[in-house]
């Protein structure tokens, strides 16, 4: 009886780093390892460049060689890309790290020995790999491998074989494909034998250069669909994910100032949140540059850095100006604490604009970020996707615990709880600035319209500019109305008349008290006066009726000793004659 053997159990795909930065964090870690990627597009999607980034890192960051086949552009073509991203590509190939090599010639149907082209190329290949021991290779692009060395009449078979071929040796493999009408790639073959597929999309947008990237599939490993930004810098190949998809950051207890005391009061006494995202929207004029100034300086002032973006004005003037109304900000750009950096939003996509913000944050190592206005970007895109992107990037911001305060620019007929760029959901602190016209006047009126967090004030404050700088005071409010400006100076001037007319009331009024106070304390002291002369009358009186009573008793009692004594008095002897 003969047992079933048992087959071996299917090896563990583990992931290579792709050196594509967000792409790792699609894909859970990078490619498939040992296996073969495809990347497809349309021409200018970013394929070769994917290829050349996955190279690069490998052979700088793990020490990994690569090998780069090129089958439609030259090694000097490849090698000048290189260089445009600050790597020197002779120094990598000296070291035995990356090497170029281009196709081999057509070889015909069938050589002497009876062999295929598809065998030439494998043995081409084998030695290529031996000679470069790469653990990494770019095979770029898959069509004219396989217009040149493949099988026409059994293309399918003829990848499989490449793909199993290179499965064995675990070369861990990235291939280019141009994308098909109706496919993924021209045939519609790659993709369905690859374990990994991503797609680069190359499209027109708003007259802007947009490109996408997609993960179709990944074999045994989960992985999302969505389609990502895929942009090039000077900094490199990126795609821009959804950060903290969990909103599992952390968050801070920390109060930092506006750099306006009375707004700080109206914020429970203490400010904004730190790592919290602020929104400061109103009007053309209402003074959303001077507040974003006054906080920056407040935060270089607290020894922290700070970032100003600016898409509107240059850095020259937003100095100059903001010197003007007291808020210096040249004396923070000296000690290399404050970076403005000034750029217009329309000569270059969204993407790269947010591209270029990160890369400054990180490298200047900023804790407070201004962004002047957000609004412009709108300009750059579609308004679906500047949403999007501003929401990304205000979540990795947030993730990495930066103050961020973003400028929006109203349009009149707006309702104030809804912004140009539709971005108040993430939004920690939204202030809200209008103008507020009356009596020939406009004056800046402003009141905080949320506060996660905050027992903030509900009032509307104005706010005044002026050479000693930003302050805000409150509003006049009676009578069903709210006075600003020259309105509530008159206001307030006639108020303190009023109470000056009325202190002066009220002083004469006790003056006249005490001057009938007085009068009255001297009629009472007289009253006294008189009432003690009668009292001492009285008393003379009554004395002298008591000495009167006396003398009689003194008298009557001398009378009668008088009648009883011998040799008395007439009576006496009447009685004895």
Same mark, same amino acid.
């Given at each position: 009886?003969?047992?079933?053997?048992?087959?071996? #159990? !299917?090896?563990?795909? %583990?992931? @290579?780093?792709?050196?594509?930065?967000?792409?790792?964090?699609?894909? =859970?870690?990078? $490619? #498939? !390892?040992?296996?073969? %990627?495809? @990347?497809?597009?349309?021409?200018?999607?970013?394929?070769?460049?994917? =290829?050349?980034? $996955?190279?690069?890192?490998?052979?700088?960051?793990?020490?990994?060689?690569?090998?780069?086949?090129?089958?439609?552009?030259p090694p000097d073509h490849l090698r000048h890309a290189v260089t445009t991203y600050g790597v020197d590509p002779f120094a990598l190939e000296h070291a035995g790290l990356l090497t170029f090599a281009p196709l081999p010639p057509e070889l015909p149907a069938t050589t002497a020995s009876g062999s295929r082209p598809i065998e030439q190329l494998l043995s081409y290949l084998e030695r290529l790999l031996e000679t470069s021991a790469a653990r990494r290779l770019i095979l770029d692009p898959l069509d004219t491998l396989l217009a040149r060395f493949g099988d026409p009449s059994a293309p399918r078979a003829w990848l499989h074989h490449l793909i199993d071929w290179l499965r064995q040796r675990r070369v861990t493999t990235l291939a280019t494909a141009e994308r098909g009408e109706r496919s993924l790639t021209r045939l519609g073959l790659a993709e369905h034998l690859a374990d990994c597929v991503v797609a680069l999309?190359?499209?027109?947008?708003?007259?802007?250069?947009?490109?996408?990237?997609?993960?179709?599939?990944?074999?045994?490993?989960?992985?999302?669909?969505?389609?990502?930004?895929?942009?090039?810098?000077?900094?490199?190949?990126?795609?821009?994910?959804?950060?903290?998809?969990?909103?599992?950051?952390r968050v801070?207890?920390?109060?930092?100032?506006?750099?306006?005391?009375?707004?700080?009061?109206?914020?429970?006494?203490?400010?904004?949140?730190?790592?919290?995202?602020?929104?400061?929207?109103?009007?053309?004029?209402?003074?959303?540059?001077?507040?974003a100034a006054a906080f920056v300086a407040a935060a270089c002032e607290r020894g922290e850095r700070a970032l100003y973006f600016t898409f509107e004005e240059a850095p020259a003037q937003i100095i100059r100006n903001l010197q003007g109304v007291g808020i210096r900000l040249r004396p923070w750009l000296d000690a290399g604490v404050l970076q403005i950096i000034g750029a217009r939003p329309t000569p270059a996509s969204l993407t790269l604009h947010l591209a270029e913000l990160r890369h400054r944050v990180h490298t200047f190592g900023a804790s407070i970020v201004v962004i002047d206005p957000i609004t412009c970007f709108q300009r750059t895109g579609e308004p679906i996707d500047v949403t999007i992107l501003l929401l990304r990037l205000l979540d990795q911001l947030k993730s990495a615990q930066i103050t961020t305060l973003c400028v929006s620019l109203s349009t009149g007929g707006n309702s104030v709880e809804q912004t140009d760029v539709d971005v108040s959901s993430l939004i920690d602190t939204w202030l809200l600035l209008r103008n507020l016209e009356a009596n020939g006047e406009r004056n800046r009126g402003l009141y905080v319209l949320k506060a996660r967090g905050i027992a903030h004030s509900n009032q509307i404050r104005e706010l005044i500019i002026s050479e000693e700088g930003l302050a805000l005071t409150e509003v006049y409010t009676g009578a069903g109305t709210v006075l600003t400006g020259s309105a509530r100076l008159a206001e307030e001037a006639r108020e303190q008349i009023e109470a000056v007319l009325h202190r002066q009331e009220l002083e004469r009024r006790e003056l006249a008290l005490e001057h009938r106070r007085r009068s009255l304390n001297a009629q009472i002291a007289a009253l006294e006066a008189e009432l003690a002369a009668e009292e001492a009358t009285v008393q003379q009186l009554a004395d002298h009726e008591a000495l009167q009573e006396r003398l009689t008793r003194d008298l009557r009692g001398a009378l009668q000793r008088m009648r009883l004594a011998p040799g008395g008095g007439p009576e006496q002897r009447r009685r004895n004659p």
């Open positions: 009886m003969s047992s079933t053997p048992i087959p071996p #159990p !299917a090896p563990t795909l %583990t992931r @290579v780093p792709s050196g594509i930065q967000g792409l790792d964090q699609i894909t =859970g870690g990078g $490619f #498939p !390892a040992g296996s073969m %990627t495809l @990347v497809c597009g349309s021409a200018g999607s970013g394929k070769t460049l994917c =290829g050349l980034a $996955f190279v690069l890192h490998g052979a700088r960051i793990h020490a990994e060689p690569g090998l780069f086949i090129a089958a439609d552009q999309d190359y499209r027109l947008t708003s007259q802007n250069a947009v490109r996408r990237a997609r993960v179709v599939k990944y074999r045994g490993f989960t992985h999302t669909t969505a389609e990502y930004p895929l942009f090039f810098s000077a900094h490199g190949l990126d795609i821009d994910p959804l950060t903290a998809i969990d909103l599992n950051y801070s207890d920390d109060r930092i100032s506006t750099g306006i005391p009375q707004l700080d009061e109206m914020l429970g006494g203490q400010g904004y949140y730190r790592g919290s995202s602020i929104l400061l929207s109103g009007t053309p004029g209402t003074g959303k540059t001077s507040m």
